[in-house]
């Protein structure tokens, strides 16, 4: 077997709605081959991998899997469930995966995931492990599993990054890594903000850099009346054997600015002691600060928000002797308890042993090889970090409330918005009667509140989350994702048009790019998750509206988790040859994600036109979440519409004159189709059909019949909607300009020259290569009764064909179903307008369907082609006190050279 490729699709999907990796795999030899055709691989595998005997597969209970093998089931199948278990014995288990076939050899195989590098690593070992089963050889899974567990540690975030992000999740507010480290990103557009481990950001780096120098803290807190620690600050040896002959010892020595007890020694007393002290403290920092060290028990109160939300007593790590075994060996055991890990991976962490650790054995007489009586406890260390492998005790519930209220001052004074306060007293529920205040944390861990050893756990990741959200804040914009076969790109232009008018900073996706609030930020076609999630994570965003292309679906998912408003304008027979795609059912089931993830209480908006649309709206799938179900249509008549409408439920239509508002039995005239420049007086009916989903999802959304109106009058395709249906007038004639390539579009246009009499109408047409021949086939049908004329154009990128071959298929086939339709082949859509607009005659309309718009309006303003705006007549009224020329001269200093319809009604008296 081959892997052609593993990706990761992150984002909701057709697979799934969680994160899925899909290999692309290569059955080579093993391809129509089965499990039971192999003699003793079932209990090979079965041997290495026992966990899948409890697989369920297809038949919904445990051994289902191994039904499956018995009888006789495919090897991309069988890599499934094997990478399955082994991310299930990594730690890191999921429970979902896909196997489904391709073309030829090649199958796609889905699992969901945990841990991505970890996941793609064992993705890639179950490959490697199936095919040595096949040949009879020996798999080493130890070294294999040990591995994706060190990917994990290496790669995952850690127990506070996971405790914030699963308090986002259970608040429902968007939340994902930004970057590989620890820094979340929370919240969409103008709601979004950033928390990186304890630290969000309303965290200042004055009180962070404050916080980090431990002197310049215990000197604030000292003149605020709140105990700390004497001590010095020094940078020498010298100066710390000084600073301890006027200290009262035992001392600590830490780095001033240190963090997560590194390089910290306690306990120091003598020359020799502080040596290794000083070089430890120096390897992390060039200044040392050596203190005095309070007597009594040592806690960690977290402040969040100015409210103590938890408090631990933190228990310096323990060994428990059973006579046999020496201290060494009894660290050795304990490392090996799986609550603890490497780092912060775990609840706890190794005990790790060091100089510290040797030290604090040799003040009690005892040495690494000194063996324990049977119950002793030992104490291997005065440090009280988890980092280095101590234990927490919850006493949130026991703290004196002088205490709670002093770290709350304390937080107040270093300036924390989320505050660690480290404390050395006799017992925190009674008021302090001495020790005091050691440390300071801008960053504190949160996993001793969260995993304690003893007591209660402590939700502070939920704590810290309300404080960036607290109760009823917002932390979402309104999304509104658009899809469908033809139209989608106009429907999000009109949309995001309409709501830019209405005062709202839009941020849009489009195949030409991307829209921060009316400017072009970036250029290309950004139809796909990464475009939407650069839309949803620009603070300047109040609203998203998304274009989301099949493409983008298919390879990475959706960029968002739930929409508020999804459109769905039609679902057509492109695409038909693409990724997998067979039929119109699989075209349906990509977009239909759309209609799925549109949030519980939000509006899915569908062409009641369209009857695969009509199905979708009754599919379980779409059902999952209660939303409301809008239909436009271009019929006031249509059966689904008028059954909508008895329920008592909201659509949209058009009759001969207007576009409708209706809810069961009450009608809103929207606009007037004459008024409405996109519409070409009417003819342009799949405008018509898009400015009917638009208007479906701007109210919606919530925008009012007025500022809809005016919107509507004001979106012109050529400065609104490059690139589609744009009209140039040319030598006694028009040259239209769009960007379809399919039947669908084809159609629409030449519904549209059906009402231009008398004209001779030429379409330049082009199918992109990468669709099946039946597609390609059935829009050269379709272009050949509607065009009087047709030259065929071939895309630049052939998309795997060889060149002329598409063409050649088009021509054919108008040939075949129209002899009298005069077709040529010329490759260059540059040339091919050359050559019709040599050829035009007077009143023609050449109609061409583009790859790359930019060198056709290049070509345009060579010829000198005028753009034609298609404006509405404007009706004008007089005021009974308004003379006739302070009429006219109103109207040409606010229309200039528009053409004004002045109605006979405007000039009487």
């Known amino acids: 077997m081959k892997i052609e490729s593993i990706r990761t699709v992150r984002g909701p999907n057709v697979f799934s709605y969680h994160p899925v990796l899909v290999m692309r795999l290569d059955l080579e030899e093993l391809f129509e081959r089965e499990s039971c055709e192999f003699d003793g691989l079932n209990a090979r595998l079965l041997e290495v991998l026992p966990g899948l005997r409890t697989h369920h597969c297809s038949l919904g209970k445990p051994g289902g899997f191994v039904i499956r093998l018995e009888e006789g089931t495919y090897f991309g199948h069988i890599v499934e469930h094997a990478a399955l278990e082994l991310t299930d014995l990594a730690g890191v288990g999921a429970f979902h995966g896909k196997t489904r076939h391709d073309k030829g050899r090649v199958y796609n195989v889905v699992i969901e995931y945990k841990a991505e590098q970890a996941a793609t690593y064992l993705f890639e070992q179950a490959v490697k492990l199936i095919e040595a ?487 379980e799938r779409v059902n999952r979440v209660s939303k409301t179900i809008v239909y436009f249509s271009l019929d006031e008549k249509n059966r689904v519409v008028r059954e909508h409408l008895r329920a008592g439920r909201t659509a949209y239509f058009a009759n001969r004159h207007a576009l409708i508002e209706a809810k069961g039995e009450t009608r809103w005239r929207i606009a007037e189709l004459s008024t409405l420049p996109v519409v070409m007086n009417g003819a342009a009916d799949f405008q018509i059909s898009n400015l009917l989903a638009a208007i479906a999802a701007c109210r919606a959304y919530g925008v009012s019949h007025e500022v809809l109106l005016n919107s509507l009058m004001s979106f012109s395709s050529y400065e609104n909607n490059p690139g589609r249906a744009n009209l140039y007038r040319l030598n006694g004639g028009h040259v239209m300009v769009d960007y379809g390539h399919n039947s669908d579009a084809f159609d629409a246009i030449c519904r549209m020259a059906s009402r231009w009499k008398d004209r001779r109408v030429t379409g330049i047409i082009g199918v992109p290569g990468d669709r099946d021949n039946t597609v390609i086939e059935h829009a050269a049908r379709v272009a050949a009764k509607g065009f009087n004329r047709l030259i065929v154009r071939e895309d630049h990128d052939l998309r795997g064909r060889a060149p002329g071959e598409v063409s050649g298929l088009l021509c054919d086939t108008v040939r075949e179903v129209s002899p009298s339709t005069e077709c040529e082949v010329v490759l260059d859509e540059c040339e091919a307008l050359r050559q019709a607009v040599g050829q035009m005659i007077k009143g023609e309309v050449i109609v061409l369907f583009y790859e790359k718009l930019r060198p056709i309006e290049q070509l345009l303003e060579e010829f000198a082609a005028l753009p034609v705006p298609v404006l509405p007549p404007l009706e004008v009224k007089r005021a009974p006190s308004k003379s006739l020329s302070s009429l006219f001269r109103s109207v040409f200093t606010k229309h200039g050279s528009r053409t004004v319809t002045i109605h006979r009604r405007a000039l009487s008296p």
């Open 133 to 619: 089963l096949v040949r009879e050889r020996t798999f080493d899974l130890k070294p294999v599993v040990n591995r994706a567990k060190e990917l994990v540690a290496d790669w995952e975030p850690g127990p506070t990054t996971r405790a914030i992000m699963k308090a986002a999740e259970k608040r429902g507010i968007p939340c994902r890594r930004d970057g590989t480290g620890s820094r979340l990103q929370l919240g969409y557009g103008k709601h979004l903000r950033y928390v990186q481990a304890a630290m969000t950001d309303n965290t200042t780096a004055i009180a962070v850099e404050l916080a980090q120098d431990k002197d310049e803290t215990n000197e604030r807190l000292r003149q605020h009346g709140i105990p700390v620690p004497t001590g010095r600050v020094v940078r020498s040896l010298e100066a710390a054997n000084e600073a301890a002959e006027s200290l009262t010892k035992p001392l600590a020595v830490k780095p001033l600015t240190g963090h997560q007890g590194h390089g910290v020694s306690l306990e120091v007393s003598t020359p020799e002691e502080m040596k290794v002290a000083f070089e430890a403290a120096q390897d992390f920092s060039s200044t040392v600060l050596v203190e005095e060290m309070f007597s009594g028990r040592n806690y960690r109160v977290v402040v969040i928000g100015g409210k103590m939300v938890a408090a631990s007593e933190r228990l310096p790590s323990t060994v428990v002797g059973n006579g046999l075994n020496s201290i060494r060996q009894l660290i050795e055991m304990e490392n090996e308890n799986p609550l603890r890990g490497v780092g912060h991976e775990r609840p706890l962490t190794k005990i790790k042993v060091d100089a510290a650790v040797v030290s604090h054995l040799t003040h009690a007489g005892m040495s690494l090889d000194t063996v324990p009586d049977a119950g002793e406890a030992i104490m291997l260390s005065s440090r009280t970090n988890l980092s280095t492998g101590a234990t927490a005790r919850d006493v949130t519930e026991e703290v004196h409330p002088t205490i709670a209220r002093l770290c709350e001052r304390v937080a107040r004074l270093i300036g924390l918005d989320v505050c660690g306060v480290d404390l050395v007293i006799p017992d925190i529920a009674t008021p302090i009667t001495s020790g005091g205040v050691i440390e300071v944390n801008a960053s504190p861990g949160l996993r001793m509140h969260h995993f304690p050893s003893e007591g209660r756990a402590r939700d502070v990741g939920q704590a810290l989350v309300d404080s960036v959200y607290p109760a009823g804040a917002p932390s979402r914009i309104p999304i509104i994702s658009v899809t469908g076969t033809n139209g989608k790109t106009t429907v999000t232009r009109m949309i995001s048009h309409v709501l830019s008018n209405a005062g709202v900073c839009v941020g849009m996706t489009t195949t030409d790019g991307i829209y921060i609030g009316g400017e072009l930020v970036v250029e290309g076609d950004t139809t796909g998750p990464k475009s939407a999630s650069m839309v949803l994570s620009d603070p300047a965003v109040e609203a998203a509206v998304l274009e989301t292309a099949r493409g983008g679906i298919v390879r990475r998912g959706l960029g968002y988790d739930w929409s508020d408003i999804g459109v769905m304008t039609n679902i057509g027979d492109d695409h038909i040859g693409q990724d997998g795609i067979k039929s119109i059912d699989d075209v349906v089931f990509i977009k239909s994600l759309i209609a799925e993830r549109v949030r519980e209480g939000g509006t899915l908006i569908l062409n009641a036109d369209n009857a695969q649309l009509v199905q979708l709206a009754t599919s």
